[in-house]
């Protein structure tokens, strides 16, 4: 059975930053692997992915602010977030091979 957790959220101020990390384990092959988010009463939205080879795609609301990265020897994906805003409050969550995390809460507020 595949197992994911993530790591990292946290409150941060808004123009501040955080790194979330993810690993994916009892995994068999290379996926591609994305964080998605949820806001309290919001459906939950894509914000990034990454394939096996490393070809990413953004949603446009981090596009600039947000960079995803992976390693694969370690089933490990990474989202660096700059610049962080208030809309970027909701919890996080890791995707990979149809298994999803139990997601990190990312609070931006001063």
């Known amino acids: 059975q595949v197992h994911i957790a993530e790591s990292g959220g946290g409150l941060v101020q808004p123009g501040g930053s955080l790194s979330l990390s993810c690993v994916a384990r009892?995994?068999?092959?290379?996926?591609?692997m994305g964080w998605y988010r949820q806001a309290p009463g919001k459906q939950r939205e894509l914000v990034a992915t990454?394939?096996?080879?490393?070809?990413?795609k953004y949603a446009d609301s981090v596009k600039g602010r947000f960079t995803i990265s992976r390693d694969n020897a370690k089933n490990t994906v990474y989202l660096q977030m700059n610049s962080l805003k208030p809309e970027d409050t909701a919890v996080y969550y890791c995707?990979?091979?149809?298994?999803w995390g139990q997601g990190t809460q990312v609070t931006v507020s001063s």
């Open positions: 995707k990979t091979a149809n298994a």
């Open positions: 009892n995994i068999v092959g290379i996926y591609t």
């Open positions: 990454i394939t096996n080879s490393g070809i990413t």
